[in-house]
Every structure is written in C-alpha cells, then in structure tokens.
C-alpha cells in the first residue's frame, strides 16, 4: 500500500546510521596518557519527604520533584549536572579527535529507497552534514532531482525535522507532517506538487498517526489539545481518528472514530490501495489490536467488527477486489498471511500459512506478494504470486537486513535497501518482470568489508535457553581477553535487532575493539514465543539473558569486566540500568540512553500506559512484586561500587520522559562508591532519538566513544592508513 504510507528518513540513519570508515590497525597505540582519575564534583541535589504505599510497602521517591522537567528548580539542576559532565568529557585528551574522525567518516552522500508517485521518484538525500534529509524528487530513477522539501531551512539549528510525507491518490498533493526538537506531537501541513508551494491547510494535536489520503482529503489520529504545562508529560488519553477535508480549517474536521469509554487506547487509520476500504485499529499498548473495517463505496456503510479482542497483532496488507490480506498472529505465532471478505469476517483463508522463520511483513505490488521473513535475526525474501504459491527467493548480497519492497498493483518494479555490520546502504531496483534485482546506489565510500569479520554464535542463557548473537571485529583480532568490547541490546516490545550499519560501531571496530549485539527474548526475532519469553513476568529472561552474553565474551576470550561496555536505548535503557544494578562486578562502563528507569511510576506520563502491556502495572500486586524487584531507580544500592556510567536523555523527550534519567542519576551519584564517575548528559532541544539533528548525533557518538574508551584506559589510534596484521584465530 504505497500511497497511504509515510515516506519517511529513518532513524537508522542516525543513531545506528548507516555509515562507514576506513580499516586500520588491531592494536591501540601506546601514548603518554596516563589515565589518571578525572576529578568530578557531583552537584549536591535536594531530597524531599515523598512515600508511597504499594500493597503493604513502602517506597520512598525523594526525587519526585525532578518529575517537574520545566520548573525553574529542575532545569537549574540540568544545567548544574551538564556543567559536571561536560568538564569531565573536556578533558580526555582524545575527544576532540575522535568527534573529528566521526564527522570525516559521517560525511558522505545518503539516500533512501525511491517511491514512484505520478511522474516522479521521491527520495531523501542527505548530503552527509546535512543536519536533516532533504527531500527531492526526479523523473529519473537515478537522478540527482530537484529539491522538494528541505527542513534545514525551518531552522538554524536542525532541531525541526519532518516526521513522514504521504500523497494523495492523484499525486498532486503532499501532506507532510513536522517535529520540534524530537517531540512526538506533529503538525501536518500540504503542499501542492505542481508548483512545490505549502497550502493553507494545518492541522495540530497529531500524535502517533499515519496520514491517509482519500478523495479530497486525508484521515488522521490527535489527542485532544494538551495545556502547555502538560504537553510534554502529561497523560496522552482519548485518541480519536478524524478527516480533513483540503481547504477547511482544521476546526471543521469530521470526527469518524473515537472511544469516551476507553480513553487508554491508540486508534489509527489507514486505506487500501483503491481507497474502497477505510482501516481503524485500536490498541491497548504496543503489541495487540482490533480492526474495523467500512467499505467507503457503500452509502452510510457500517463499521464491520473483524477483530474485537487484544490478543494478537494484525494488520490489512491490501485487497484484491472484495477479498481482504491481512498479516495476523492470530494461530500463528510466527505470523501467516490470510484473506477474507466482510461478508464473511470470521472466515478466513491461508494465503501465506505459518512457517518456522517469522514472517515479518508482506507488500502486494503489481500481481505479486513480497514477504520479509526473519531468519536467525537476518533477512530472507521470497516473491508469492497473489494466490499465495511461493515462486521464487530473492537473492540478497549476504547476510544482513532489508527494507522497502513498496508499492501498489500498478508498478512493475519496487526497491529495497540492504546493510548489514560491515556493509552500507546498498539500493536495489527489483524487476517484478525480470525478476532480477540490479543495483541503483550505493555508499561511495573507501571501505574494504573484507578486512571484517562478522559471526553468530549462539550462547546459553541462565535456564539453558539457546540465544543468538552477532559478534563483529577485525580479521586477526587476538582473541587474548584484553580488547575493548561494545555490547548492545534491547529485548522488548516485539522489537528485532538485526545487522546495522553504524558510524560510531566502524571506529569502534577499527581500533581493536568488538562490537557484539544480542537477540535478547522480549524482541522479534522468533516471533510471539519469543517476545511473550522476555515480557511481564518472564522480563527478568530478558536481563539474564543479557548478562549470559556478557559472560559468554568473558568466558571466550574476547575481553574482560575492565574492557567491557554496555549500551541500549529506551527499553534497552531499561536493560542496562537492570543489569548494571543486578552485575555492577561485570562490566566497566554502562550506557543507559533514555532508558524506563522508574518502573513502578512509569505508566502516569505520557504513553507510557501503553506500556503496561509489555512491563505490567504497579497497580496489580503480582506485577508490583515483579517490578519493584528490578526496577533500576529502586535496586541502587548504598556503598556498591557501580560501573563508570554515562547516562543520556534528551529535555524534550516525551516518549519516555527525562524524569527517569533524573532521578536515576540523582540516586546513582548519592549511592556510588568507589572512583568510577556516574555522570548525566543531558541533550538540549533533542528528544527521544528521531529527528535529532546530525552534529547532535556527532556529540553523542564522540562522547560515548570517549568516556569508554578513558574509563578502559585504552587510547584509540584514529589512524585511517595501517593495514591489519595476519589472521591468528
């Protein structure tokens, strides 16, 4: 379903971008640093007389009065803790280096996969410094194009960014959707595509929502509008799925859906292809949704109830004529694609039955199925005729990841990107006549894969259950346990992880270091088993199996606990703030990023209600005990000597609030003992990771490297031109 979906510049290209450099030497090189303690003075932080009772316990909060992230009081802290942080990043000698060879290596052309509307490709590119993608369009499928939309121009700084661009059907508009400073509220605005000038039309309040065209308009999802003081932590509740109509205010919207009676859910809508069907799915939190469906050919047609439960994920791939495709979990953990009619909503029809790999997803471009399996958190991709019978695989370069296959039942062709830990964005046009896939664009980038090695082992969590991880280094790496290694992870919401290409990954690799990244349970990789296996109750799996993986790279030789580094992002925020509280002896530098740290208050700002569905709720009892056993902020312990820690977030972060990196900081530096620092970055007009602007990532990534790489008294070489010494594994 092309026309309705949002083209969109993805993360990937910032936080795991796809990016590259240069090979050199395994060794670090030996230096005058003598990697003397850095003298860090905490700022002193307040406590107040704050305790709740959960079902008999009590639980002190003396932090609770940095929950106010816009009181004057709380951003002089953030500002105190900034100073404390960014004296201590100032002075390791090699920062600045470091920052410099980031931005050398990010400095090249980036493209997205094209999307063929009317007469035109659409693309981003982004010219390598770019603080954000610029959007362009051609008439030829590898032309330079001209320039549509560039968000660098709403800003000095970088700090707008768009949020996703949708046609309408006839490509003569565009509606695109705008985020400041990484917030998850948009505006959506329209532009018309034959003379590139925006319209009257804004629409505000927009929050989690596709933007789907139909006739003279689009369907969109928005909260009611939030005061200023709550705009950034407050409760998002009562969801509602409105229409615009082109040239209206926006306070002339029709309101087609919305539920007084449950102001915990997120609704949104979308079309198929031939704008006849009009999709509403409804959620409880972030794995689970019903569906309603209108047939918008049908004069005052009802809503057709195909789903009514939360159990199992779904999703309408498209239509062919009356018969619907749709992507369930339904009696297929692993996902099957199976059609149906609304005159028969509850029978429903294999197309693509459950197999052993997980099917990730499913896109009907011209007569022909594309489905995206997930084999052993790696990509596999087979072509299905539009009845279902498999015809063919399509040949990928190697092991790695893909995205794209867009289109609609008029194409002959689509297109799709591969990467993987050693390989950047590579773009394919794939022939639907042919079958043959030919290559379109590819980094220009002086980069020799070959001197890499990339491997998935499988390791043995604390149960005895088998886990896959990929572990990437130079050829030649002496696996003699003293290399610096990076280990990543996340294991939640149903979420794979799978081979990226990163910038900051490549020169952490290119100076003796290992870069290893687990498929913890609570992710995507097995499918619904899998995740169900990490999630709840089961969620200490996810911390276990965590800590396995870094026993395992011990164990094997790769490093040791004073080598060893530890990072995720949000829900993996969550994992390395678990972990290094459950294993403070295990590893020597730990990296939360905007991680849920709070879990017992978690759920009273913003969406994180939604989350009660992967974490449970302090509400219940059972779930209360479950939590509060691991929760990060309630497991810091007096006198325990932690790991050098970083912690990051962001002050507009509304997906998970900044308070929980607060008052984990705040804990964490009144507890510690011992000479590691525990320090807080805070970025400035950032919020939870999309959008932010590219020098912002720069910053981060050099801040990062720098803090490990000081902290594991190792000084990195930087060096570009040495060659790798022979293979000795």
Not at 387 to 410: A, H, I, R, T, Y
Not at 660 to 670: G, I, P
């Amino acid at each position: 379903m092309k026309k309705n979906r949002l083209l969109t510049y993805s993360l990937l290209a910032g936080l795991f971008g796809i990016y590259s450099c240069q090979s050199v030497t395994n060794e670090t090189t030996e230096t005058d640093i003598s990697f003397e303690p850095i003298e860090v003075s905490y700022p002193e932080t307040k406590k107040v007389e704050v305790t709740d009772e959960y079902f008999g316990t009590e639980v002190a909060d003396p932090y609770r009065w940095l929950e106010d992230d816009r009181s004057a009081e709380t951003e002089d802290w953030v500002k105190a803790q900034n100073e404390v942080t960014f004296n201590y990043l100032e002075q390791i000698p090699f920062r600045e280096d470091i920052r410099q060879r980031l931005e050398k290596l990010w400095n090249y052309e980036r493209y997205t996969t094209p999307s063929k509307v009317g007469d035109y490709y659409y693309f981003y590119k982004n010219d390598g410094l770019q603080q954000q993608s610029v959007l362009y369009r051609s008439t030829e499928v590898d032309g330079q194009g001209e320039k549509v939309l560039d968000p660098n121009n709403f800003s000095n700084e970088g700090t707008i960014s768009l949020a996703g661009t949708t046609f309408s059907p006839d490509g003569e508009k565009m509606a695109f959707s705008v985020s400041v400073s990484g917030s998850d509220w948009r505006e959506i605005y329209v532009m018309n595509m034959e003379d590139l000038t925006v319209m009257q039309d804004t629409v505000r309040y927009v929050k989690f929502s596709n933007i789907a065209w139909t006739n003279d308009g689009f369907y969109y999802s928005r909260y009611p509008k939030p005061s200023e003081e709550d705009r950034l932590k407050g409760r998002n509740e009562f969801h509602s799925v409105f229409f615009h109509k082109l040239g209206t205010p926006q306070s002339e919207d029709r309101l087609v859906f919305e539920d007084k009676e449950h102001p915990l859910r997120t609704t949104t809508a979308y079309v198929t292809d031939d704008e006849r069907f009009l999709i509403v799915s409804s959620s409880e939190g972030t794995s689970g949704n019903n569906l309603r469906i209108k047939d918008l050919t049908k004069e005052n047609a009802p809503w057709v109830q195909v789903v009514d439960d939360f159990e199992n994920d779904h999703y309408v791939v498209g239509n062919n004529g009356d018969n619907l495709m749709l992507l369930t979990t339904r009696e297929a953990p692993n996902k099957r694609l199976v059609n149906f009619t609304l005159d028969n909503p509850e029978e429903w029809k294999n197309l693509i039955p459950e197999q052993e790999k997980l099917l990730q997803s499913v896109n009907a471009i011209g007569d022909k199925l594309f489905a995206v399996f997930l084999e052993d958190a790696h990509s596999a991709v087979y072509q299905y005729d539009s009845e279902g019978n498999m015809e063919k695989q399509v040949e990928l370069p190697g092991l790695g990841v893909v995205s794209g296959f867009g289109g609609d039942k008029e194409d002959t062709e689509t297109f799709y990107t591969f990467s993987s830990f050693t390989v950047p964005f590579e773009i394919y046009r794939y022939d639907l006549g042919t079958g043959e896939s030919s290559m379109l664009r590819k980094a220009d980038l002086d980069f020799d894969a070959d001197k890499f090695v990339t491997k998935q082992v499988f390791y043995t969590s604390k149960d005895g259950k088998k886990v896959p991880m990929f572990i990437v280094h130079k050829k030649g790496l002496q696996l003699d346990g003293t290399n610096p290694t990076w280990l990543y992870g996340y294991g939640g919401f149903d979420i794979s992880v799978t081979p990226r290409y990163s910038t900051s990954t490549l020169v952490w690799l290119e100076n003796g270091g290992v870069y290893a990244q687990a498929n913890l349970r609570g992710g995507g990789e097995y499918g619904q088993e899998w995740h169900e296996g990490g999630m709840k109750l089961n969620k200490q799996n996810v911390f276990d199996d965590f800590i396995s993986a870094a026993e395992y790279l011990v164990e094997e030789n790769y490093t040791n606990k004073d080598k060893l580094a530890i990072n995720g992002r949000s829900n993996g925020g969550l994992l390395i703030g678990a972990t290094m509280t459950q294993r403070p002896d295990l590893f020597k530098v730990a990296f939360p990023a905007v991680g849920v740290l709070d879990m017992l208050r978690y759920h009273k700002f913003t969406i994180g209600w939604a989350w009660a569905t992967e974490y449970g709720a302090s509400d219940d009892s059972t779930q209360f005990a479950n939590l509060f056993k691991y929760s990060p902020l309630h497991n810091l312990e007096e006198g325990v000597a932690y790991p050098a820690t970083m912690i990051t977030t962001a002050d507009h972060d509304d997906r998970v609030v900044p308070a929980h990196s607060f008052k984990f900081a705040a804990t964490l530096q009144e507890k510690h003992e011992g000479e590691n620092p525990v320090l807080i970055r805070i970025t400035t007009d950032a919020g939870h990771g999309a959008g932010t602007p590219t020098s912002k990532l720069i910053e981060e990534a050099a801040d990062m490297l720098s803090f490990a790489w000081y902290n594991m008294e190792v000084a990195p070489s930087l060096n570009d031109n040495s060659e790798n010494p022979e293979t000795t594994e």
